[in-house]
């Protein structure tokens, strides 16, 4: 091979190995970091399929949610979905919608939350539900979304006996074509 030629390839040839080994640190790197906290939250990836069970909760389809609406006493709807947190207040940076009489408890179904998240999560549920333990929670977000079901590990922690993931969220509400409501989260704290 000509000289010229080489000294040409020199600088595509270590480009490409540069490449890849960028590629090879990204992917062990990926592959390191954790999905799950030590408490057994979903930590990453949230919008990711999910299970199809849940350990303590009734999982929910549209129409089984549309009869449980129906009954008394009537569910508490939680909303979990994430809305940007920033110096101490939510940035609404495009507008959302959830299951009309929902609550938006915004951000409650991170993997990680701090002390005071988990008490403003708590200070909620007990306010919703009159401190009854057995009063039903469907907890949702978005269809594929880790959010909800770590919200709904987090209120079956927490004593709560009557707790439903409507597993589809939003997503499957909206697709059978039934209404939704402008929705602002709870204020925090």
Known sequence: MPRARRRLLRPCLAALSLSLLL?????TAHAETPLFSADGYRIGLYRSPTPTQLQGATILDTPALQTLLNQTPRPVLIDVYRR???QGQFIEDQPHENLPGS???????????TPEWQAWFARNLDTFTDGDHQQPLVFYCRSDC?????????????GYKSVYWYRDGLDAWQAANLPVAPAQPEPFP
Do not use: E, F, I, Y
């Open 23 to 27: 590629s090879l640190l990204l992917s």
């Open 146 to 158: 880790w959010l909800s079901w770590n919200a709904v590990k987090r209120a079956t922690a927490m």
């Open 84 to 86: 940007q947190w920033l």
């Open 103 to 113: 609550h938006w408890l915004a951000n409650s179904g991170d993997g990680d939350l």
